[in-house]
């Protein structure tokens, strides 16, 4: 399998534009999450889901939109980009059957909003 | 005070060399404690997984945890080229959505 994908690799945005950014996992994992990572600051989560339907907040969910209306995919969604939202977004999935709740990263998105 | 603390670096060190990376945390919620390698424009992967306090051994990394000082390091026996990357430490609760916390992360190279 595939594990977890996205797309796409990469992105320019100009300020005030709008994009979703695709995230798919093909291991039928009920958790998915959404992170962005900026230099030397680790990972911060912006989305997170318990299952199709089911979606919340993380720690910094400003400026963006999610929906899960099925297991597989977990779109990310930037309305009117801004300078701030540049940064690398990672997806990840994992499930409650798993020994170690270890979560799966895609390879994530590099965004950047001039 | 940031939940989790973690220098990020960078460091430095030769080949064959003994490495100790830190993290520090304030949640005295935390119950389960990960270590995480990032190589440069990929994603993270899971490394070592730790539950509670104790030591976790798999072949050169170490895994300890100290939950009376809120402590976790992780070990790396005779550090190799390929080990060059990202480690990021990552913990949670014991909630049911499994949410982690993550560190900065420590830019580790191990020169040839």
């Known amino acids: 399998n595939a594990g977890v994908t996205q797309t796409p690799k990469f992105r320019i945005l100009k300020i005030g534009q709008s994009m979703t950014l695709q995230c798919a996992q093909d291991m039928n994992h009920n958790y998915m999450y959404w992170y962005r990572q900026d230099p030397g600051m680790g990972l911060k989560l912006i989305y997170y889901?318990?299952?199709?339907?089911?979606?919340d907040k993380g720690e910094v969910p400003n400026g963006y939109n999610v929906s899960r209306s099925t297991t597989e995919d977990f779109p990310l969604r930037l309305e009117l980009a801004a300078p701030s939202q540049t940064s690398v977004y990672f997806c990840?999935?994992?499930?409650?059957?798993?020994?170690?709740?270890?979560?799966?990263f895609g390879p994530g998105t590099r965004l950047t909003v001039t | 005070q940031k939940e989790v603390e973690q220098d990020p670096g960078p460091l430095s060190v030769p080949e064959g060399a003994i490495v100790s990376l830190n993290c520090t945390y304030s949640n005295s919620a935390f119950q389960y404690f990960m270590w995480y390698r990032q190589y440069s424009r990929k994603g993270p992967e899971l490394l070592m997984y730790t539950y509670s306090s104790g030591n976790k051994e798999d072949g050169r990394f170490t895994a300890q945890v100290d939950k009376s000082s809120k402590y976790i390091s992780l070990f790396i026996r005779d550090s190799q080229p390929s080990d060059s990357a990202t480690y990021l430490c990552?913990?949670?609760?014991?909630?049911?959505?499994?949410?982690?916390?993550f560190g900065k992360g420590t830019l580790l190279t191990v020169n040839p």
């Open positions: 889901s318990v299952g199709a339907g089911i979606t």
């Open positions: 990552a913990m949670r609760t014991g909630g049911s959505n499994y949410k982690l916390t």
């Open positions: 990840a999935s994992t499930n409650a059957g798993l020994a170690n709740y270890e979560q799966y």
